[in-house]
């Protein structure tokens, strides 16, 4: 993917890292291929592709450069929802990536800006995809209080992308050094 975007655009400009997925696996009687289908989309797909979009900012000295990850408040508490629990773990990793990123970035004292964005429940295909084959289990989700709507998510992607350059949308001050 990154090839064909050299090709075709020179290179990576703004990483979007949106992809993720759930899979309703408790802790106590998941199968290993949904956590290992987690990690490998949530956690390291996210990181392959951050790395790949940095080089590419790097060798053409793009510095105004910006890497969003799109985390959970499950990246931050773990919820009364064991169906949850280990994307939640993912959802963590990506916090702790986040301010990695965010310091490593400053050692190399580049301005690329590296933000998460935590929404809470949002209207999308993410609970059909969770409760596979139950999509009234999903639907009752949607009916527990008023979700986001993925405008809403995307509104807050431009707000982040729009803001000036000393303007970084980044962590909770908890994982500030
Ligand atoms: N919906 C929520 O309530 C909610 C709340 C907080 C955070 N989030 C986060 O928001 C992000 C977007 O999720 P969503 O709610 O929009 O769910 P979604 O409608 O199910 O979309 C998930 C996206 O991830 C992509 N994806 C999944 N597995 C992939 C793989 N192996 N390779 C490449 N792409 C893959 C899907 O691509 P395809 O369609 O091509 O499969 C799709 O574009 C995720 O990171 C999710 O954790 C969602």
Known sequence: MF?????QHQGVD???NNAGLGHADHLLSGRTSSWRN???VNVLALT???RET??????RNVDD??????NSVCGHRVVAFPNLNFYTATKHAVTALTEGLR?????AKSHIRATSISPGLVVTD????LFVNEPQKAEDLYNLYTPLAAQDVADAVTYVLSAPPHVQVSCPPRFWT
Do not use: N, W
């Open 3 to 7: 090839a064909a975007i050299k090709a």
């Open 14 to 16: 703004v990483c979007i």
């Open 38 to 40: 987690m990690l490998d």
């Open 48 to 50: 392959i592709c951050t």
């Open 54 to 59: 940095y080089q590419s900012m790097k060798e």
């Open 65 to 70: 450069g910006h890497i969003i990850h799109l």
């Open 103 to 107: 310091q490593e970035l400053r050692l």
């Open 126 to 129: 993410f609970p059909f995809r």
